[in-house]
């Protein structure tokens, strides 16, 4: 991962250069869920002239030519119109639904004994019940 240039390997201070550097290093894509600081800190590298724009169009180039490999544009991703599903797709019934799943498959456990949290030594755990 990019961060850890930062925080585990402490190849530089900030992750801006942590950024540059996996740009240079020949990093396409940062795909964090939740963290848009790559793709942040990429266009201040570009707006700053750190990076090239064409680095940037190189990147661009290769993620689109293995999409288009990988047949990602094709019309088979597009929902099917006969799909007796597609209707009832998100509606309330199936959020009803959902949330029932959610409810129920909740474990809740008792901390006798002070046994959690569990060591990181832990190998196994048997979750048991009616």
């Known amino acids: 991962d990019i961060e850890k240039l930062v925080t585990d390997y402490h190849l530089v201070e900030t992750y801006t ?6 740009i ?4 396409d894509m940062s795909m964090v869920p939740l963290d848009y600081s790559f793709p ?5 590298l ?6 090239n724009e064409s680095r940037i169009d190189e990147s661009v180039s290769r993620i689109l030519q293995l999409k288009e490999n990988l047949g990602l544009f094709g019309s088979n991703y597009l929902p099917d119109p006969e799909n007796p599903l597609l209707d009832s797709f998100g509606s309330a019934s199936d959020w009803n639904v959902a949330l ?11 901390n006798d004994q002070s046994l959690l949290p569990l060591s990181r030594t832990t190998k196994r755990v048997l979750v048991t019940g009616p």
């Open 17 to 22: 250069e942590a950024a540059l550097l996996a």
């Open 100 to 110: 029932k799943l959610a409810q129920e498959s909740v474990t809740l456990l008792k």
């Open 24 to 27: 240079n290093a020949g990093v």
């Open 40 to 44: 942040a800190d990429v266009y201040r």
């Open 46 to 51: 570009v707006t700053s002239g750190a990076i």
